[in-house]
């Protein structure tokens, strides 16, 4: 199986598909989208030919477990699975609140 995970060097979801290639002890080239930016969204993971786009590790389990890539373990991701970018979660929200701050009054009422 061949295994290309496109990712930042550090990101809540990024370590999250990490920590599913461990547990499962699978090989893959870890492809870091700031540094050589072929790959925009993130993380990516192209498994066989078959991109799994904006992905979390629960999610990249899930793809191996349904297509019986790898088969069920009691073994423990060693890192959450499902979290995200901290800094990234915070600028959202900063960003959001602050559009919705800037909109005058008039705006408001229209809708």
């Known amino acids: 199986m061949k295994i290309t995970a496109y990712m930042k060097p550090s990101c809540g979801w990024s370590n999250g598909v990490r920590s599913i290639m461990r547990k499962y002890n699978l090989p893959f080239e870890d492809r870091d989208i ?3 930016p072929e790959q925009r969204l993130q993380p990516c993971v192209e498994i ?22 790898v088969g069920v373990t009691e073994k423990e991701a060693d890192a959450p699975t499902n979290r995200s970018c901290e800094n990234e ?23």
């Not at 066989?48 to 890539?69: F, H, I, Q, R």
């Not at 960003?95 to 009422?109: C, L, N």
């Open 48 to 69: 066989d030919g078959k991109m799994l786009t904006d992905v979390s590790g629960e999610e990249v389990e899930a793809y191996l477990l349904s297509n019986s890539l």
């Open 34 to 36: 700031i540094n050589d």
């Open 89 to 111: 979660a915070e600028t959202a929200y900063i960003e959001f609140k602050k559009d919705y701050d800037h909109r005058d009054v008039d705006d408001r009422s229209a809708e």
